[in-house]
C-alpha cells in the first residue's frame, strides 16, 4: 500500500508563490506517473499537471507557464511550485500516483488566493 502524504498550500495573495509536496512511502521511481490534481469549490477535481516515470512533464493550459511540477527521487518527493498565483487557483490540491495495479492519492490541501 502506498503512502502520499502532502504538505505546503495554505493562503496567499494574488501575485504570490506557493509550493506542495508530496511525500511517497516507497520509491517514486517506481511509479508510472506522478501528478497534481486540483478541485476548486463546487467543481469537479482536475488534472493540472502530470510527470513521466521518464520526467516528461504535462500541464493543463489554466496553469502553464506558472506551476512546475517536480520530483526528487532520493527523497521520494513530488513538488507543485505554483507562482503568479491567482484567485481562479484556489482549490484543495491532491498529489496522486500511478502504478500498473492503481492509482494512489494524497490527503489533499486547501490553497486559498486572495484577490
Known amino acids: 500500500q502506498v503512502q502520499l502524504v502532502q504538505s505546503g498550500g495554505g493562503f496567499m495573495q494574488a501575485g504570490g508563490s506557493l509550493r506542495l509536496s508530496c511525500v511517497a512511502s516507497?520509491?517514486?521511481?517506481?511509479?508510472?506517473?506522478m501528478g497534481w490534481y486540483r478541485q476548486a469549490p463546487g467543481e469537479q477535481r482536475e488534472l493540472i499537471t502530470s510527470?513521466?516515470?521518464?520526467?516528461?512533464?504535462d500541464y493543463a493550459g489554466s496553469v502553464d507557464g506558472r506551476f512546475t511540477i517536480s520530483r526528487d527521487n532520493a527523497k521520494n518527493t513530488l513538488y507543485l511550485q505554483m507562482n503568479s498565483l491567482k484567485p481562479e487557483d484556489t482549490g484543495v490540491y491532491y498529489c496522486?500516483?500511478?502504478?500498473?495495479?492503481?492509482?494512489?492519492w494524497g490527503q489533499g490541501t486547501q490553497v486559498i488566493v486572495s484577490s
Open positions: 496522486y500516483a500511478d502504478t500498473s495495479r492503481r492509482d494512489f
Open positions: 516507497q520509491n517514486i521511481s517506481s511509479f508510472d506517473a
Open positions: 510527470m513521466t516515470s521518464g520526467g516528461l512533464a
